[in-house]
């Protein structure tokens, strides 16, 4: 027996295990690593007006996935106005969903003259519901 054959063998088991060497369909109908949904997050109610974490904002034409809240008339259930409370910067060699920044929770602060949020990357924010001015904490 040649001496090369059973580390042959074995560097072979390896890139099989690996996918190295896998056929063309085998990958093309293997699924894309994709990022999960987001987790819901709870509306916060002030004075009649439901503050909510918008998602599928690409969908409405806007230029980023997420980071949006929209203020919706409890009474009627009409979108009142949409805020973006942060921009999102894409690095274009990257897809573009990995690279998605989602608001985690939202809360009113005090006097329920603000919203606090936070997104996943554990930045804070505060937006003045009289005026939406956003600020950064």
């Given at each position: 027996m040649h001496p090369?054959?059973?580390a042959l063998g074995l560097a072979l088991l390896l890139c099989l295990l690996a996918g190295v060497g896998a056929s063309p369909l085998a990958a093309a109908d293997a699924p894309a690593a994709k990022r999960?949904?987001?987790?819901?997050v709870r509306p916060v109610?002030?004075?009649g007006i439901r503050y909510e974490a918008v998602l599928?904002?690409?969908a409405r034409g806007l230029?980023?996935?997420g980071g949006y809240v929209a203020a919706i008339?409890?009474?009627t259930g009409s979108e009142l106005w949409l805020q973006r409370i942060y921009e999102t910067q894409y690095e274009p060699r990257l897809e573009e969903d990995v690279q998605d920044i989602f608001i985690l929770r939202?809360?009113?602060g005090a006097g329920g003259r603000t919203l606090e949020i936070v997104d996943?990357?554990?930045?804070?924010?505060s937006l003045d519901l009289a005026t939406r001015q956003v600020r950064r904490r």
């Amino acid at each position: 027996m040649h001496p090369t054959r059973p580390a042959l063998g074995l560097a072979l088991l390896l890139c099989l295990l690996a996918g190295v060497g896998a056929s063309p369909l085998a990958a093309a109908d293997a699924p894309a690593a994709k990022r999960v949904a987001p987790a819901p997050v709870r509306p916060v109610t002030v004075a009649g007006i439901r503050y909510e974490a918008v998602l599928a904002t690409r969908a409405r034409g806007l230029p980023q996935e997420g980071g949006y809240v929209a203020a919706i008339d409890i009474r009627t259930g009409s979108e009142l106005w949409l805020q973006r409370i942060y921009e999102t910067q894409y690095e274009p060699r990257l897809e573009e969903d990995v690279q998605d920044i989602f608001i985690l929770r939202m809360k009113a602060g005090a006097g329920g003259r603000t919203l606090e949020i936070v997104d996943e990357l554990d930045r804070r924010y505060s937006l003045d519901l009289a005026t939406r001015q956003v600020r950064r904490r």
